[in-house]
């Protein structure tokens, strides 16, 4: 039997193995259906899907790292080969190659019961620069041998195996899915209906020849993530599938494409470039546009915004409305249907507004193509209705739908409202019924792909704030300080929303971000409470915290819970010192926020927010940092800091310190490569301002890191307004900016007043450029101009303050 489970390569895959895609935490047991097997997921366990080894078919695991070494359950579905019918020869077939590998020793056999059939397995030592302990569990069902296989350091696995075991009984069998398979297969065909370029040099030419404008799109994920997410998404919505055949030529950025853009005199695409987003570029390479987030009717809206600019093209028929909806000129096309004179003009109306997002017109005009003869335009109103966010209305429109569309509305619909699990059945029927339709492949995608699950919502419209906060103004400069933070006073006075919150570019990614943003403009509104409003404001922030609950996602690749813990736990802690609202309900908050983060905090010392198997420690410096000050100034405001969080956070940071004054980026890379120093001058006075305050640094340590922001401002200001991460020639992301600049000026602060002029010239000259025409700023366009106000402003109290604070 070619069993891969070789000792060694099967501990290779253990520590080092890439984690594509992480599953939500709240599912408590992870059910398999298409290699027919489910097992606990406890809370705390990293969970991991690794892509499985030569002749195994699949890869799941859970794991835990703990002083650099892991604990964990990995399970392999692995085909069975005719010779092997049971768990016996399963463990003998593997019990021969582990006596071939000269680094496992101690090898013994035994057998348990699980899944309630008899399990053989193979236990010994392996020798990987650190001693572990190694243990499969083998068992045979169908088409597949399964192996358990758990580890643990060689010291550890008797008190490891305390938590394993409950792990290994919890494994049972499930029907195994028939149709599994051949969903992914229809799933597959996502984003088909769209001609990509395959290179740079492809799309130049058909954009020079057909007179189109290219559309970059960047899933770069370094192998973190291997599928691509616009082609189920972004690229299976209609009305981008119309306008982007019509007018654009696709093309996927990747890693040396050597387009004009990438040059930094030109755009800027460093070798580090990370993340995704979509840019439109000119025939020539030039950058004209950039979407701020993913959501498809924002792309539309910026595919169309651009057009307008930069495209001169003219329709084949400018008289044909229904060609100029393809194109995007919905203008052109209204006046065209301003008056129609049948049931069929109404009914192209009807569309048009849909696509202005006009919806009780677009009914309307609906109403009047049935008055004109038009029938069968129950899916179209279901459409709008979904658009709407009415889905009973909608739901109740296609209950009887035959077609496909409809069918797939309707699971939508209900979907919404009840989850996935209410509809998965029908998306299943619709999906291998019309493996060859658009909707079919939606609905096959939706199903295997657990992510995809949100897609049952997407089509209702976001409110008007989410698009206005999506809405970039362009950039004013005002040279003026002290009018410029009165203006993104004015700006974020404006702009908080009645609940307390500030909708943001990623509001409509989830609740985390409107926590974090808004804790980040209410602390910066707290400087300015004889304001009118100010207070008010503030007290009403204040109490939208203390109504979430914050907890942390263990399992996800990238959850950045930590963030909004961190900034909330800040500003609490300034409320309790200023005495706004309860303390006692205050402090309340804090020590929960507190006890979360404790669980979260790495053994270095350090927090951060990308979580992967393949580094037993993920902790960030410049998430670290702040979340030092965090605790430090939480302590002092009545909360129950442990000091050895402290302590231990400090360690981290001392870590990643240079002798040249700059810091390394993560706990694993170290103190990062002096060559890059630029990527690291940002960031670095953050990390001295943490440390001299907990008396790990004194006042020469600071200015050594507030040097090398002197030294490279200049330079690094050039990432300024992009909506991809790590475009830096050294990998300074946009986002760096201006909250590098908020904690150098606090950083800058701690100087005697005579060492401070210099520095606080800089970072006023390089705040000032980011500021927008309506009185916001923005340096990374995701995160938005609310949390850039916000930091702008706050920097800017600092730097205009004669004690610097």
Not at 50 to 67: F, G, Q, T
Not at 342 to 366: D, P, Q, T
Request: with cysteine; glycine share 6%; aromatic share 8%.
């Amino acid at each position: 039997m070619r069993m891969p489970m070789l000792a060694a390569l099967a501990l290779l895959i253990c520590l080092a193995q890439a984690a594509p895609l992480s599953v939500a935490a709240q599912d408590a047991v992870f059910v398999n259906k298409q290699y027919g097997f489910q097992v606990d997921r406890p809370q705390g366990w990293a969970f991991s899907e690794p892509s499985p080894p030569e002749n195994s078919s699949y890869a799941m695991k859970l794991a835990k790292i703990k002083d650099a070494k892991e604990t964990s359950l990995t399970i392999y579905a692995v085909p069975r080969e005719e010779n092997i019918t049971n768990s016996r020869e399963a463990s003998d077939a593997v019990e021969t190659n582990w006596k071939q590998n000269g680094k496992l020793s101690n090898i013994t056999r035994g057998k348990d019961k699980l899944a309630g059939e008899e399990a053989h397995f193979l236990k010994g030592a392996y020798d990987a620069g650190a001693r572990y302990t190694i243990r499969q569990h083998f068992l045979v069902k169908d088409d597949f041998v399964y192996i358990l296989q758990s580890l643990a350091p060689e010291e550890d696995f008797k008190t490891a195996d305390k938590e394993l075991t409950p792990l290994l009984e919890s494994f049972d069998f499930v029907p195994v899915d028939k149709d599994a398979e051949r969903l992914r297969e229809i799933a597959g065909h996502c984003g088909s209906e769209i001609e990509f370029a395959a290179n740079w040099q492809e799309a130049a030419r058909r954009a020079n020849e057909e007179h189109k404008l290219v559309l970059v799109v960047f899933e770069v994920y370094r192998g973190l993530l291997t599928s691509r997410f616009t082609l189920t998404t972004v690229f299976m919505h209609p009305d981008i599938v119309e306008l982007v055949n019509e007018r654009f030529v696709p093309v996927f950025w990747a890693p040396g494409m050597n387009a004009p853009f990438d040059d930094p005199k030109v755009f800027g695409l460093g070798p580090s470039t990370f993340g995704s987003g979509l840019m439109v570029a000119s025939a020539d390479g030039q950058i004209v546009a950039q979407a701020v987030t993913g959501h498809p009717f924002h792309v539309y809206d910026i595919c169309r915004t651009a057009l307008r600019e930069y495209s001169d093209t003219k329709p084949a028929n400018a008289n044909d409305p229904m060609e100029l909806m393809r194109r995007g000129d919905l203008e052109a096309a209204e006046e065209l249907l301003s008056t129609p004179t049948s049931g069929l003009e109404w009914r192209a109306k009807a569309a048009l507004l849909r696509k202005l997002r006009r919806g009780e017109a677009a009914l309307e005009a609906l109403k009047q193509a049935a008055k004109g003869g038009e029938t069968g335009t129950a899916t179209e109103e279901a459409l709008l209705q979904l658009n709407l966010g009415d889905n009973t209305k909608a739901a109740k429109l296609t209950a009887k739908a035959k077609d496909p569309e409809g069918r797939f509305y309707n699971c939508c619909a209900r979907g919404a409202e009840k989850g996935f699990e209410e509809v998965e059945k029908d998306l299943r029927s619709i999906a291998l019924e019309h493996a060859e339709n658009r909707w079919g492949w939606l609905a096959a995608s939706i199903v295997v792909e657990e992510r995809l699950h949100g897609m049952l919502g997407v089509w209702k419209w976001p409110s008007e704030a989410q698009f206005n906060a999506w809405n970039l103004p362009k950039y004013e400069l005002n040279e003026d300080p002290t009018a410029a933070r009165d203006g993104a006073l004015a700006f974020l006075l404006d702009s908080q929303s009645d609940d307390g919150r500030w909708i943001n570019p990623r509001t409509a990614n989830g609740k985390i971000f409107d926590l974090a943003t808004s804790a980040i403009c209410a602390a910066s509104l707290l400087a300015h409470r004889d304001r009118q409003g100010a207070q008010t404001a503030c007290e009403k922030t204040l109490n939208y915290l203390l109504e979430q609950e914050l907890a942390a996602d263990h399992s996800a690749l990238f959850d950045y819970t930590i963030w909004a813990e961190i900034f909330a736990l800040d500003y609490i802690a300034r409320c309790n010192e200023l005495e706004i609202g309860n303390r006692r309900k205050n402090i309340k908050a804090m020590d929960a926020i507190i006890e979360d983060m404790r669980k979260q905090q790495y053994p270095s010392g350090g927090w951060g927010y990308f979580h992967h198997e393949s580094n037993p420690d993920n902790s960030i410096g410049f998430v670290t940092a702040p979340a030092l000050l965090a605790l430090k100034r939480a302590n002092s405001a009545g909360a129950k800091v442990p000091g050895a969080m402290l302590v231990s956070a400090a360690d981290a940071l001392e870590h990643l310190q240079n002798p040249n004054g700059s810091y390394g980026y993560m706990w694993m890379s170290g103190k990062g490569d002096p060559a890059k120093e630029a990527e690291a001058s940002l960031r670095s006075p953050l990390y001295a301002l943490a440390l001299k305050r907990v008396s790990r640094l004194d006042t020469q340590g600071v200015i050594k890191s507030l040097d090398v922001f002197l030294k490279h401002h200049d330079h690094v200001i050039a990432e300024r307004g992009k909506s991809i991460c790590h475009t830096g020639q050294e990998g300074t992301a946009p986002y760096y900016l201006l909250f590098g600049y908020r904690f150098a000026a606090e950083a800058v602060g701690e100087l005697p007043a005579s060492q401070r002029a210099a520095y606080k010239t800089a970072l006023t000259h390089d705040v000032l450029k980011f500021r927008k025409a309506d009185g916001s700023f923005l340096d990374y366009l995701s995160v938005g101009r609310e949390y850039g106000a916000a930091m702008a402003l706050t920097t800017l109290d600092m730097l205009l303050s004669p004690n610097g604070e």
